[in-house]
């Protein structure tokens, strides 16, 4: 297979979004309803009342269940998971898919996908102080509407008040005192022959120690052929409003393809993933991806490791995040010691260590699917989404099946805090193609 045809496939499978995973084609395909739970979390300190874990669900599969999404926390140690609102209302969003922020003023923000009077999600707050949720901004082509495309990923805040988040192509400000949303800048598109391509932001937006904001994008790369869907890095500038492709990725596949993370910056250095491209990229294979590393000063791009079967797959499609001791940890969704059962591939995923020092990577955790597990405490599989670093140096993460985990690097334990309320736990080992249930990403109250 040619360059060309290898990066098709990564197109094709871009465009798959949440079933681009092939084990989740596999589920969907197998069983008559997949549903999938994802969860994001924020850590919250400031209201002794609210104090623990706070994250959304979403269901892939619509039909398979009413429920569209929960708003839930937990306690202070991740147990005790209380849902506080559901998204079964369409025109007030469903599908809150992204990050969680609790901002200065105490309140949570976040956004659906879908739903919403324009029908392309929502941009949304609740009020920790009087549980209360209301719809901020309706996405979509209508009159009072934001006209460009869905949100995805996490918003940010910059400054007190102020937040920046991403819609398909586009950079939007967000102010809370006015409730003004505002078109800041758009991914230019780009010429692929006697074709105009729209580009489309991959991840979210990082705002580094220079006070420019960085990210990637899933088009664009120096590939002289159609289709160079291999990626790019892009600088925004909130001063002016000023959007720059800094770097393409080069055509080369084999040095990753299809960013796939948020940046962590350690030492003036950005790091985050792909979830393709790597030394695996064959006829048949578009890779597993890779770990790199961009200096925004020279202006480089190095990978730092490549995954594989063994070592990890498919990075989680969130960013690494920077522990106390110096390392990074993340996720991948497939991929561990274990990764052949019955019939064709299962792969469980794995928790893995990378010490930017080195460029070592270590896997600290098999996420597996077997009851008892063949090693180790056992973990229900496939993680989903980021890992979140708490103030007590201890990490908080979840899987599809599973529910909330904590790892402490320092001991290097892995346990279960909060079992998934919304499968019948009891049942995964005999019902693993029935329930796809999933939490996601943190934020700490």
Not at 253 to 267: K, R, W
Not at 321 to 335: D, Q, T
């Amino acid at each position: 297979m040619c360059k060309h045809d290898l990066i098709k496939l990564i197109l094709k499978r871009q465009h798959y979004h949440f079933k681009s995973d092939e084990f989740l084609n596999t589920m969907c395909t197998m069983r008559d309803f997949c549903i999938s739970t994802f969860i994001l979390f924020i850590i919250i300190n400031n209201c002794v009342a609210q104090r623990g874990y706070w994250g959304t669900t979403i269901n892939l599969n619509e039909t398979a269940r009413q429920s569209t999404g929960k708003l839930f926390r937990t306690d202070s140690i991740g147990s005790n998971l209380t849902v506080m609102h559901r998204f079964s209302d369409t025109l007030l969003g469903k599908h809150p898919n992204n990050s969680l922020l609790l901002a200065s003023n105490g309140k949570i923000y976040g956004t659906s996908i879908i739903g919403g009077t324009g029908g392309q999600g929502t941009l949304f707050e609740y009020d920790l102080s009087i549980d209360s949720f209301k719809v901020l901004v309706n996405f979509g082509q209508g009159v009072g509407q934001f006209p460009y495309g869905r949100p995805h990923d996490a918003l940010i805040e910059t400054s007190p008040g102020v937040l920046y988040g991403v819609s398909f192509n586009t950079i939007f400000k967000y102010i809370i005192s006015t409730n003004v949303i505002s078109h800041c800048a758009a991914a230019p598109s780009f010429q692929s022959g006697f074709r105009t391509i729209q580009n489309e932001i991959s991840g979210g937006l990082y705002k580094a120690s220079n006070g420019l904001m960085y990210g990637t994008t899933l088009g664009y790369s120096a590939c002289p052929f159609s289709d160079p869907g291999v990626g790019s890095v892009f600088r925004f500038n909130p001063s002016n409003n000023s959007f720059s492709y800094i770097f393409p990725f080069s055509c080369s596949l084999y040095n990753g393809a299809s960013p796939n993370g948020n940046f962590v910056e350690h030492n003036g250095k950005f790091y985050s993933t792909t979830k393709y491209g790597g030394k695996d990229v064959s006829s048949t294979n578009p890779g597993k991806g890779v770990i790199f590393e961009y200096n925004p000063i020279a202006n480089t791009y190095t990978k730092k490791f490549d995954f594989n079967d063994t070592l990890g797959l498919w990075p989680t499609q969130q960013s690494l995040v920077k522990a106390n001791n110096g390392r990074f940890y993340g996720l991948s969704s497939g991929g561990n010691s274990y990764q052949t059962v019955g019939q064709g591939f299962m792969y469980g995923g794995i928790l893995y260590e990378y010490d930017p020092a080195t460029d070592v990577l270590t896997k600290k955790h098999d996420f597996q699917i077997f009851l008892p597990p063949k090693s180790g405490v056992y973990v229900p599989p496939y993680p989903a989404g980021d890992l979140l670093m708490a103030s007590n140096g201890k990490l908080y993460g979840s899987t599809w099946y599973g529910g909330i985990f904590e790892y402490d690097p320092l001991l290097d334990t892995l346990m279960v805090t909060s079992k998934n309320p919304f499968i019948n736990f009891s049942q995964f080992r005999y019902k693993i193609f029935n329930f796809k249930s999933a939490f996601y990403i943190f934020i700490k109250v």
